[in-house]
């Protein structure tokens, strides 16, 4: 069974941190591309960060670049999201997914709070 599972989320203060990580199962973690999306309710899902297999390659929105790191450990099946120097803005669900086998599959999301 393909699952994507979420963590680390919470409620933080404007300029803190969190770490969000995204452990995935049922496939071969190491070869597929991985993402972090978030949403505001009632707007559009947005890509945040990406990072490819091997973890060498990796891009991020223009909105989060120079504060969000991506990285994954492929032993442990699991992708991390780095947030830093977090803003109120920040404040969605956010969602790793994978393309698998030609269907994008998504995780259930955890909630980021930043407040100011």
């Known amino acids: 069974q393909v699952q994507l599972v979420e963590s680390g989320g919470g409620l933080v203060l404007a300029g803190g941190s969190l770490r969000l990580s995204c452990v995935g199962s049922?496939?071969?973690?190491?070869?597929?591309?991985m993402n972090w999306y978030r949403q505001v309710p009632g707007k559009e899902r947005e890509l945040v960060a990406a990072?490819?297999?091997?973890?060498?390659?990796?891009n991020y929105a223009d909105s989060v670049k120079g504060r969000f790191i991506v990285t994954r450990d492929n032993a442990k099946s699991t992708v991390y999201l780095e947030m830093n120097s977090l803003k109120p803005e920040d404040t969605a669900m956010y969602y790793c997914?994978?393309?698998?086998?030609?269907?994008?599959?998504w995780g259930q999301g955890t909630q980021v709070t930043v407040s100011s």
């Open positions: 997914s994978a393309m698998i086998a030609a269907d994008r599959v």
């Open positions: 049922g496939f071969t973690f190491s070869r597929l591309a």
């Open positions: 990072i490819s297999g091997p973890g060498a390659t990796r």
